[in-house]
C-alpha cells in the first residue's frame, strides 16, 4: 500500500515520536505536557490509519480530555503557580540510559518477532464489536478494571480529605443551608 | 469523500487526468471551507441576536446604530476584532498565551464535520459520531486550562481552572444523556440516529416522545451541556463581577475572537446534537426528504434541520438571560449529585424499556393498537 497514507503515517509517526522525545527533554513542565499532547494526537492518528476509529477517539477521549487535564491541573495546584519557575528536572541519567535501553531492545524484539495478524484495505466499523466483546468474552477484566479504578478513586478521595472534625462540622453546615 | 471524488471524476471529464487523492482532497477542504464559513456566519449572527435577546428580556432595546436596526453591528464587531492591537502581557508565557486560542477553536470546530445538516449534507458521516464529537471537545478544556495559565494572571487562572473542573464534571452528564439516543438507534452515526427518528409517526417519533426516560433525557442532556458550554446560570469561568472575565480576560483583537467564536460554536453544537438526538433531526414530518429529488430534498432537509437547531439556540439565550448565577459549590453538587446519578438512572430505565419492549417506542405501540 503505497500513496497519500503512507505519507500521512510518516508524518504522524513522525509528530508522535518527535513530541515524545519533547516530553522527555523540555525543562518546563507545561511545554512538555503540551508536547504530550502532540504525541497523543499523532497515536490517534496512527489508530485512524489503522481504520480503528473507536480506539482513536477514545484515545483523544481518555488521554487528551482525562489524563492530560489531570495533569495540568496537578502542576497547576501543587506548584506556587503564580510566577513561579515550574521545571522539570533531569536525574540520575546513567541508570535510566540503561533501563530505557534494555526496555527498547525488549520491545523491538517483541514487534519484530510477533507475527502480526495483517489486514488490508478493509474498512469496517469496529464499534460494535469492541461493545460485544467487552459485554461477553472480555466482561470479567473489564469489570476488574473498574473495581480497581473504583477503588483508587475512593482511596483518593479519602486521603485528600482534610481532617475528619472539620469535614463533619461542614457537613452539619451544608445539611443546614 | 471518496465515492464523490470517484463519482465527480467520471462526471466531468477534465478531471480525468487527476488523481484520486488529490480530488478528494480538493473536495475535504471545500467541505471545510463550507462549513467554516457557516460556522463564522453563526457565530456572529449569534452574536446580534444573543445581544439583541439579551435588550428585549432586559427591557431595552439593544444594538441599533450599525444599520436598519442594528442588524450590521455583528460585522462592524469583527472588523474592530480583527483590526484591534493583540496585545500579549510582559509577564504572560507567549508560546502557551498564542497556542491555548487555537486549541479552544479546534476543538469546537472540530465538532461541526459531523453535525448531520441534511439528508445528504454532512461532511463525514463517522460510525462514531457522537463519541467522536465527546472526544474533539475535550480539547477545549485544554485550551482554557493553558488560557488561564498563560495569561499570568490570577483572575484568569482562577477563571481557567473554573471552566475545566465545570467542563470535565459536565461532560459525564452530557455523554450519559446523549446514549439513550444511541441505544434507541442502535448507532453512534448522527445520521443514523436521525433516520430512526423517519418515518410516518410525525413528530411522535422523535427520541423525546420514544419512552418517558429518553424524554427525561433530553431535558438533562439540555441542562448538563448548557453547563458544558458555560452558559450563564452556569458560566462561573467568566463570572464577570467576580472574575472579570475569567480566562481570556488578557486576551484582545482576534486572539479573543477565537474563543468568542468558539464559544458560540459550542452553542450550536450543543444545540444541534440536541435536534439530532432527541427531536428527529433534519427528518420532515410526515415526509421522506430522501424521496425527492437531491437538491430540494436537501434544502428542505436542511431547513428543518436549522429551523430546529436555531429555535434551541434562542431557547438556551433565554435560559442565559433569565436565570441567576449558581456558586461554585452548588455548581459542583448539582453535577455529581443530581445530574449524574438521574443520568445512570435514566440510562438503565432507558435499556431495560428496549428489552422488555422489544425497541418499540409508546407512539409505535400506540400506532399498533389501531393496526
Given at each position: ?23 522527555a ?58 510566577g ?43 464499534t ?10 472480555y ?39 | 469523500?471518496?465515492?464523490?471524488a470517484r ?44 445581544r ?9 432595546i ?13 460585522l462592524a ?7 484591534k ?6 509577564n ?44 474533539v ?30 467542563i470535565?464534571?459536565y ?9 439513550p ?79 468568542f ?48 437547531a ?19 459549590d ?42
Open positions: 500500500m503505497s500513496g497519500p497514507a503512507d505519507y500521512i503515517f510518516y508524518a504522524a509517526a513522525a509528530m508522535t515520536v518527535g513530541a515524545a522525545i519533547l516530553v527533554i523540555l525543562p518546563n513542565i507545561l511545554y512538555a505536557a503540551v508536547a504530550l499532547l502532540f504525541s497523543f494526537a499523532g497515536v490517534a492518528g496512527l489508530y485512524v490509519l489503522l481504520s480503528a476509529d473507536f480506539l482513536a477517539a477514545t484515545q483523544v477521549l481518555v488521554y487528551v480530555g482525562g489524563i492530560l487535564v489531570l495533569l495540568l491541573f496537578a502542576v497547576f495546584l501543587s506548584n506556587r503557580i503564580s513561579g519557575n515550574i521545571t522539570n528536572p533531569t536525574h540520575f541519567r546513567l541508570p535510566a540510559a540503561a533501563i530505557c535501553l534494555v526496555l527498547f531492545g525488549v520491545l523491538s524484539y517483541a514487534a519484530v518477532s510477533t507475527p502480526f495478524a495483517v489486514k488490508r484495505g478493509v474498512y469496517l466499523p469496529t460494535a464489536d469492541i461493545g460485544e466483546l467487552l459485554m461477553t468474552r466482561l470479567l477484566p473489564f469489570e476488574v478494571a473498574s473495581v480497581l479504578l473504583l477503588a483508587a478513586l475512593i482511596g483518593a478521595a479519602f486521603l485528600s480529605r482534610p481532617d475528619r472534625g472539620a469535614t463533619e462540622k461542614d457537613d452539619m453546615r451544608e445539611g443546614k443551608a | 469523500m471518496e465515492a464523490l463519482s465527480l471524476m467520471n462526471a466531468v471529464p477534465l478531471l480525468a487526468g487527476v488523481p484520486l487523492w488529490a480530488v478528494t482532497l480538493l473536495l475535504i477542504v471545500a467541505a471545510a471551507v463550507v462549513i467554516l464559513v457557516f460556522a463564522l456566519t453563526f457565530e456572529g449572527v449569534g452574536s446580534l441576536v444573543l439583541k435577546v439579551a435588550g428585549d428580556i432586559q427591557a431595552r439593544g444594538p441599533n446604530r450599525v444599520g436598519p436596526n442594528g442588524i450590521l453591528q455583528f464587531d469583527g472588523v474592530k476584532l480583527v483590526l492591537e493583540d496585545i500579549i502581557p510582559a504572560a508565557d507567549r508560546l502557551l498565551f498564542k497556542l491555548a486560542p487555537y486549541f479552544v477553536f479546534v476543538g469546537s470546530f472540530a465538532a461541526f464535520v459531523v453535525v448531520p445538516f441534511g439528508v445528504g449534507l454532512i461532511a463525514a458521516d463517522l460510525n462514531i459520531g457522537i463519541y467522536y464529537v465527546m472526544a471537545t475535550s480539547l477545549v478544556v485544554v485550551g482554557v486550562l493553558l488560557a488561564g495559565w498563560a495569561s499570568n494572571n490570577k483572575w484568569a487562572l482562577l477563571g481557567g481552572m473554573r471552566a475545566a473542573a465545570q470535565v464534571s461532560e459525564i452528564p452530557v455523554g450519559m444523556a446523549l446514549i439516543a444511541v441505544l434507541v438507534a442502535g448507532s453512534l452515526s448522527l445520521q443514523d440516529i436521525v433516520r430512526s427518528q423517519g418515518g410516518l409517526l410525525g413528530i411522535f417519533g422523535w427520541n423525546l416522545f420514544h419512552n418517558p426516560f429518553s424524554f427525561f433525557s433530553f431535558f438533562l442532556y439540555f441542562t448538563a451541556a448548557q453547563a458544558e458550554t458555560n452558559q450563564t446560570p452556569f458560566d462561573l469561568p467568566e463570572a464577570e463581577s467576580e472574575l472579570v472575565s475569567g480566562y481570556n480576560v488578557e486576551y484582545s483583537g482576534i486572539r479573543f475572537g477565537l474563543f467564536l468558539a464559544e458560540f460554536g459550542d452553542m450550536f453544537i450543543v444545540a444541534a446534537l440536541a435536534t439530532a438526538c432527541f427531536l428527529g433531526g433534519w427528518n420532515v414530518p410526515f415526509f421522506h426528504a430522501a424521496t425527492l429529488p437531491w437538491i430540494w430534498g436537501n434544502l428542505l432537509s436542511l431547513g428543518v434541520f436549522l429551523a430546529k436555531f429555535t434551541m439556540v434562542l431557547i438556551m439565550m433565554w435560559v442565559r438571560w433569565t436565570l441567576p448565577r449558581l456558586r461554585v452548588q455548581l459542583m453538587r448539582m453535577a455529581w449529585k443530581y445530574l449524574v446519578p438521574l443520568t445512570f438512572i435514566n440510562l438503565l430505565g432507558v435499556s431495560l424499556w428496549l428489552l422488555v419492549f422489544k425497541g418499540k417506542g409508546i407512539p409505535a405501540m400506540i400506532a399498533s393498537l389501531f393496526g
